[in-house]
């Protein structure tokens, strides 16, 4: 991402990815206009309620995450629930977006935790519009360097 031009990067991470997409806010803020977790654990709590297992290797694990409202905090963040997520249910999902509230919540009717695979078209229309409502008017940075 070091070499890709500001801004103009929509980043979408699922489940687990939402750890993967937090670090890329972190390490390359100024280059990314809005990060959406779809059914992921999401935000800053993924530092708080995961601890380092198997699913990940050797040195990423012995790497702590560390999320900082200077970085981190600049980039917008969009938390899209599903309805009917039996992985984070929905009073798990309320308390993540109380604990680090995001721009905006959306919830997608009628889809289980596989987002892409119970509702793609509902996840196609919502991201696309999201990344029309977040997208950098020309000469104007959220990032202040």
Known sequence: MA??????????????GGLA???????????????????TIALALATMLLRPN??????VKSRELVLTSE????VNRVFM???YDLIYEEGVQRWM?????PDQVEE????????????????????LSIAMKYK???GQEHFAA
């Open 21 to 39: 997409i937090s670090q890329a806010m972190e390490r390359f803020p100024e280059k990314i206009s809005v990060a959406v977790f779809v059914a």
């Open 71 to 74: 970085k981190y905090g600049t």
């Open 54 to 59: 198997r699913l990940f290797s050797v040195d």
């Open 97 to 101: 977006i109380q604990q680090n509230q």
């Open 108 to 127: 997608i009717k009628g889809s289980d935790h596989m987002v892409l695979m119970s509702k793609p078209v509902e996840l196609f229309n919502l991201l």
């Open 136 to 138: 950098p008017e020309e």
């Open 3 to 16: 070499s890709l031009p500001l801004e103009e990067k929509v980043i979408v991470g699922h489940c687990l």
């Open 81 to 83: 629930a599903a309805e």
